[in-house]
C-alpha cells in the first residue's frame, strides 16, 4: 500500500508561485520505488485534469500543453516525496491538486493506482 498527502496549496496572485509537495508513505516507497508519479488537477464541474508526471528515477517527465515552461515536476526518492513547482501563476490554474502514483508515467489518469486527498490552489487576478 502507498498513501500519498499533498501540500504547499494556498492562495496566491496571478504571476506568483507555490511550489506543492507529495509526501509518500507505505512499505512500496523505498529508493528503489519502481512508482511512477503524476500531478493532476481538478475544477468542480469538471474532469480530473493531468498536469505533470515523473517516471520512477526522475529522468523522464511529461507535461500537459497548458503548464508546460511554467510547472516543473520532480522528485527525491530518498524523502520519498514529489514536487510541482509552479511558476507564472494564471488564475485558470485555480483547482485542487492532487499527486498520484502508479505504475508508468502517463497522462491518463486511469493508470494510477493511489491518490492523494488533494491540495487546494487559488490564483487570483
Known amino acids: 500500500q502507498v498513501q500519498l498527502v499533498e501540500s504547499g496549496g494556498g492562495l496566491v496572485q496571478a504571476g506568483g508561485s507555490l511550489r506543492l509537495s507529495c509526501a509518500a508513505s507505505g512499505r512500496a516507497f523505498t529508493l528503489y520505488s519502481l512508482y511512477a508519479m503524476g500531478w493532476f488537477r481538478q475544477v468542480p464541474g469538471k474532469e480530473r485534469e493531468f498536469v505533470a508526471a515523473i517516471n520512477w528515477n526522475g529522468d523522464s517527465t511529461y507535461y500537459a500543453n497548458s503548464v508546460k515552461g511554467r510547472f516543473t515536476i520532480s522528485r527525491d526518492n530518498a524523502k520519498k516525496t514529489v514536487y510541482l513547482q509552479i511558476d507564472s501563476l494564471k488564475p485558470e490554474d485555480t483547482a485542487v491538486y492532487y499527486c498520484?502514483?502508479?505504475?508508468?508515467?502517463?497522462?491518463?489518469?486511469?493508470?494510477?493506482?493511489?491518490w492523494g486527498p488533494g491540495t487546494q490552489v487559488t490564483v487570483s487576478s
Open positions: 498520484a502514483a502508479g505504475r508508468v508515467a502517463v497522462a491518463d489518469n486511469g493508470r494510477y493506482d493511489y
